[in-house]
């Protein structure tokens, strides 16, 4: 087949990262026939310096002929002044308003490979496999905001409407059939009315998907059972916050960050993918930073927008073969064990395919 993709390397570790999945995905190309024309464009800090503008009319534009986005990561120390007018997150934030990419799929399991990494006794890792569905387009960082200088009050709002909560219930639903059938809603009910909305809502739609188990769990519950019994999840709904949040925290069930890849959906077969973790300017350009967030992401492009499902699974696979292996990135390392740099672990992984 033949794909348009959009790449926004962004700032930080993004560009070595989105390098490297490029390389894995013409090796895809190559072994099954499929061509993949790529146009790369500005987002982030990045795009700010060079336009003023962290998403430029250019990128729209350019997103809106192609079939899918992969992206790295946006930020960096250079524009994070709080009081900045511009800062590149905006970028990230209006990309997947425009794009309508409502529910952000990021799915958390461990691997046995990497316990020594994640700080939980280890009987309580066995069988952790997730999917946190992540409402991307409404809620707290899309609702209505005043932001004023020096001295004047601010405020943040927790806006949902009933459709909005609807299009992402069904889509955890439709993946929990999918997977073993259970489905967590998080909200704040207790506290907030956007948060009774939000059940009020799922428990409608749920009488659609009578064979799919649902519970509610507030979050602040839900933060604390993500540690004490994390294999009891299988799909989890949350707010655009709340699975910001939850998520960053079921990343440390995977042994790092960097292991995390994301879908950002709507409607359409058209998507948004990148890791879950940020630009880590820390290690920017050392040629260090671990690809597989990034190469997961292209998988789930692979198999959503481009309906590539063998070919997603097979870099799902060389990544797990690479890993299997013993190749582990700085983040990953044990202490006095090999470790491979960004460029080694990448072509692993290309040999595997
Ligand atoms: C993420 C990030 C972003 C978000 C930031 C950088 C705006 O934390 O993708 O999880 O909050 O969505
Ligand atoms: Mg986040």
Redo the contacts with the bound molecule.
Sequence with gaps: MKANIMLLPGDGIGPEILTAAVQVLDKVASKYGHEFAYNEQLIGGIAIDKTGNPLPEETLRAGEQSDAILLAS??GPKWSDPSAPVRP?QG??KIRGHFGLFANLRPVKTYPALAQHVPLRPDLLEGVDMLIVRELTGGL?FGERKEQGDGADSYDTMYYSVPEVERVAHVAFKAAQKRRGKLTSVDKANVLASMRLWRRTVVKVAEDYADVELDHVLVDACAMYLMTRPASFDVIVAENMFG?IL??EASVLAGSLGMLP?ASLGSGTFGLY?P?H?SAPDIAGKGIANPIGQFLSAAMMLRHSLNLETEASAVEAAVDAVLDDGARTADIAVKGGATVGTAEFTQAVIAKL
């Design positions: 946006v930020g997150e990230l934030l960082y910001d998520s960053d994301s990148e879950v940020g």
